[in-house]
T-cell receptor, first 115, second 109 residues
Framework: DTEVTQTPKHLVMGMTNKKSLKCEQH?????MYWYKQKAKKPPELMFV???????INESVPSRFSPECPNSSLLNLHLHALQPEDSALYLC??????????????FGPGTRLTVT | GEDVEQSLFLSVREGDSSVINCTYT??????LYWYKQEPGAGLQLLTY?????DMKQDQRLTVLLNKKDKHLSLRIADTQTGDSAIYFC?????????FGKGTRLHILP
């Protein structure tokens, strides 16, 4: 199994809603990542989890709250988002996080629209 | 500079070869990556090259690495309509992957 899955595929939410994005992998990877991607731009790193602990937060606003309940699951909790937060949210995983990195495997993404 | 640089757009006739170029920043990078992103989809790891190699070939894909000039290229032989996508060059840095802006490959009939 070399797949990273993400749910939901699409999400429309109002600015006062609370929602969660989910990501799952069963490759035994111990590093998991959240990225945000705007149209025609490269992915921007948001968070890195290494062995279920948050290791990198790229100064992401607190309306985005990540959670790693176990080594296979990664959630992104959303609250009081702004329309400019509308984007494709990508999850990725890699065997481990090191200074030279291992290749990351990406999920298909959740297309988020904030109204 | 600190950016991974790529040209933004490439147009190629079906059946011809496509060559996508990239300039990276860190001469000590151990691996360098090419990712492919089709419309509406996530990123797919297409291939990678270890820094002690000059060339890697995988079916229609050839990766060339010039460490002296920090230049990486991806050649797609016999380009097909299914190759239409955005191709991202990427290098690891400080437990992250740094992506180029992506090259949009357009296939002409």
């Amino acid at each position: 199994d070399t797949e990273v899955t993400q749910t939901p595929k699409h999400l429309v939410m109002g600015m006062t809603n609370k929602k969660s994005l989910k990501c799952e992998q069963h490759m035994g990877h111990r590093a998991m990542y959240w990225y945000k991607q705007k149209a025609k731009k490269p992915p921007e790193l948001m968070f890195v989890y290494s062995y279920e602990k948050l290791s990198i937060n790229e100064s992401v606003p607190s309306r985005f709250s990540p959670e790693c309940p176990n080594s296979s699951l990664l959630n992104l909790h959303l609250h009081a988002l702004q329309p400019e937060d509308s984007a494709l949210y990508l999850c990725a995983s890699s065997l481990i996080v090191t200074g030279t990195s291992y290749e990351q495997y990406f999920g298909p993404g959740t297309r988020l629209t904030v109204t | 500079g600190e950016d991974v640089e790529q040209s933004l757009f490439l147009s190629v006739r079906e059946g011809d070869s496509s060559v996508i170029n990239c300039t990276y920043t860190d001469s000590s990078s151990t691996y360098l990556y090419w990712y492919k992103q089709e419309p509406g989809a996530g990123l797919q790891l297409l291939t990678y090259i270890f820094s002690n190699m000059d060339m890697k070939q995988d079916q229609r894909l050839t990766v060339l690495l010039n460490k002296k000039d920090k230049h990486l290229s991806l050649r797609i032989a016999d380009t097909q309509t299914g190759d239409s996508a955005i191709y991202f060059c990427a290098e690891p840095r400080d437990d992250k992957i740094i992506f180029g802006k992506g090259t949009r490959l357009h296939i002409l009939p």
